[in-house]
């Protein structure tokens, strides 16, 4: 009698003890199933993938499209770098991680990217959604059909932080499509991803992937995620040799555990990936502006060459907010402006380079390039200084059509000579020089008088071509990687 008494006490005490043993298991390991995949950035051939189609939680790797559509808007107009934002109470609320924001503080546009980036916090991603959409639903929808332009079939979006929502899936491979998209449709955006530290206007921030950035070597990004429906995601991208190698992780059990098993992915695409590939850019989807915009057609010559003679969707706010283009101003058909041979211009770029390290911050280094930038304006102003007025430099008026002079106005952001290119990071100074040496000599056509620059990072030496215009940049690009050469353009700071 005493024992059957006790039975249904036994029972109790075991059916307590399962309880709490299915609550002290980490749910995400029954939630989120593992899945890989490893692409050659150049080609976007798949080297490796598991479960690469399983439709899973992406955590903060959303961040990731989040980013993707605020580039595509700086670039079109929609709102700019230094635009103040104003923090909604529904932004502040999100919970960790965040940057901290407070409801009614505003703060530049700059500052939420690279907290989004970095941090990976979920109120400045909000934040940057509500800016340029109006509200984080309209923003998700216009993520989902950006997804759909990038061929991300798998994908739904519901929100712009990645926290866990039903519905708002995606897969290993459409995470590796969008991170080779990032590096190839927005290159002067892509060194957000390697910052280790970078400061978010209220703060400082560290990478959340720091750890493997420092000591995977050639790693430079890209995002981390986590929620516990998602476990430990990640897409990471590492360069070596002018290989790139883009693998993404879902469902990894703990950081160390994520970062090794990335870590053992990348080293599996660089034995695989050949060392030599044709070159073969993924499509950049054409501009649709703002959801519910107007179609227009683009003409040509304007801010998107690319797309002219088609008919897209511009955003009326871009329109009536930002000139793309600047304006001629009243008279300016009779307004006197210098001109200069492209020769003088030439020689005192050339004169104005500087051959010593650039170290510090990545904000250090900016402002670094961007007094750089100043020296090389002082020196082409220099070039064309009226007074003492050389034999070859006379007056004319805006119509001048003179084949062998080139007219200076100004030195803009968008045409002057305030852009590089990239060749690659090198493990030292020394490399880094000598790369940029045999670069120049293999491609004078469209290098000759920039400026040759070294950038000293946490994880290397930034081998750099600066003083060019956007458009030279571009085409020594393309001519470089026809080669084989690893290369991404630099923009103005």
């Given at each position: 009698m005493k024992t059957r008494g006790r039975q249904p006490i036994r029972w109790g005490l075991v059916a307590f003890a399962t309880f709490w043993m299915l609550v002290i298991v980490p749910l995400s390991a029954a939630a989120a199933p593992y899945a890989g995949l490893v692409m050659d950035a150049r080609n976007g051939k798949v080297l490796y993938a598991r479960n690469a189609d399983t439709r899973l939680h992406p955590a903060s790797l959303t961040k990731m499209m989040t980013l993707y559509v605020v580039f595509e808007a700086v670039e079109n107009g929609e709102i700019s770098l230094d635009d103040?934002?104003?923090?909604?109470?529904?932004?502040?609320?999100?919970?960790?991680?965040?940057?901290?924001?407070?409801?009614?503080?505003?703060?530049?546009?700059?500052?939420?990217?690279?907290?989004?980036?970095?941090?990976?916090?979920?109120?400045?991603?909000?934040?940057?959604?509500?800016?340029?959409?109006?509200?984080?639903?309209?923003?998700?929808?216009?993520?989902?059909?950006?997804?759909?332009?990038?061929?991300?079939?798998?994908?739904?979006?519901?929100?712009?932080?990645?926290?866990?929502?039903?519905?708002?899936?995606?897969?290993?491979?459409?995470?590796?499509?969008?991170?080779?998209?990032?590096?190839?449709?927005?290159?002067?955006?892509?060194?957000?991803?390697?910052?280790?530290?970078?400061?978010?206007?209220?703060?400082?921030?560290?990478?959340?992937?720091?750890?493997?950035?420092?000591?995977?070597?050639?790693?430079?990004?890209?995002?981390?995620?986590?929620?516990?429906?998602?476990?430990?995601?990640?897409?990471?991208?590492?360069?070596?040799?002018?290989?790139?190698?883009?693998?993404?992780?879902?469902?990894?059990?703990?950081?160390?555990?994520?970062?090794?098993?990335?870590?053992?992915l990348l080293d599996l695409g660089f034995s695989k990936a050949p060392s030599r590939v044709a070159l073969a850019r993924p499509a950049r989807p054409s501009y649709l502006g703002k959801m519910g915009s107007q179609p227009v057609m683009i003409a040509a010559g304007g801010a998107r060459p690319e797309l002219a003679g088609k008919t897209v969707r511009l955003a009326a706010a871009a329109a009536v907010r930002k000139s793309l283009r600047p304006r001629p101003r009243p008279g300016a058909e009779t307004t006197p402006v210098l001109i200069a041979d492209s020769g003088d211009i030439e020689r005192a770029l050339l004169a104005a380079q500087d051959s010593t390290v650039e170290t510090g911050t990545p904000d250090e280094t900016a402002t670094q390039t961007a007094q750089g930038s100043t020296a090389i304006a002082e020196a082409i102003n220099a070039a064309i200084r009226p007074e003492p007025r050389p034999k070859d430099i006379t007056l004319a008026s805006a119509e001048a059509t003179d084949p062998v002079a080139e007219v200076v106005t100004r030195v803009s952001t968008s045409g002057g000579r305030h852009w590089g290119v990239n060749v690659g990071r090198f493990p030292s100074e020394y490399k880094a020089r000598q790369v940029l040496l045999q670069t120049a000599l293999s491609e004078m056509a469209t290098l000759d008088g920039s400026l040759r620059k070294v950038v000293k990072r946490p994880t290397g030496f930034d081998a750099n071509f600066m003083g060019m215009t956007r458009d030279s940049a571009d085409l020594a690009c393309r001519r470089l990687q026809a080669k084989q050469v690893t290369c991404f353009m630099i923009g103005p700071s």
């Open positions: 103040k934002v104003r923090i909604s109470k529904f932004a502040a609320s999100e919970p960790p991680s965040k940057l901290g924001l407070r409801a009614g503080q505003t703060i530049a546009l700059r500052y939420l990217i690279r907290a989004a980036a970095v941090k990976s916090a979920n109120d400045a991603a909000t934040a940057l959604a509500e800016a340029i959409e109006g509200s984080e639903a309209q923003f998700a929808r216009r993520m989902n059909r950006t997804a759909k332009a990038l061929g991300m079939t798998r994908t739904t979006f519901k929100n712009a932080h990645g926290l866990t929502e039903s519905g708002h899936l995606s897969t290993a491979r459409d995470m590796t499509i969008l991170g080779r998209h990032l590096f190839y449709d927005y290159p002067d955006y892509y060194n957000l991803f390697s910052r280790i530290t970078t400061h978010a206007g209220v703060r400082s921030v560290s990478h959340t992937n720091r750890r493997l950035l420092q000591s995977y070597s050639g790693a430079d990004g890209i995002k981390t995620g986590y929620t516990r429906a998602a476990g430990f995601n990640l897409t990471a991208s590492a360069e070596r040799g002018g290989e790139r190698i883009i693998a993404t992780v879902f469902g990894g059990n703990s950081t160390t555990s994520r970062n090794a098993k990335v870590a053992e």
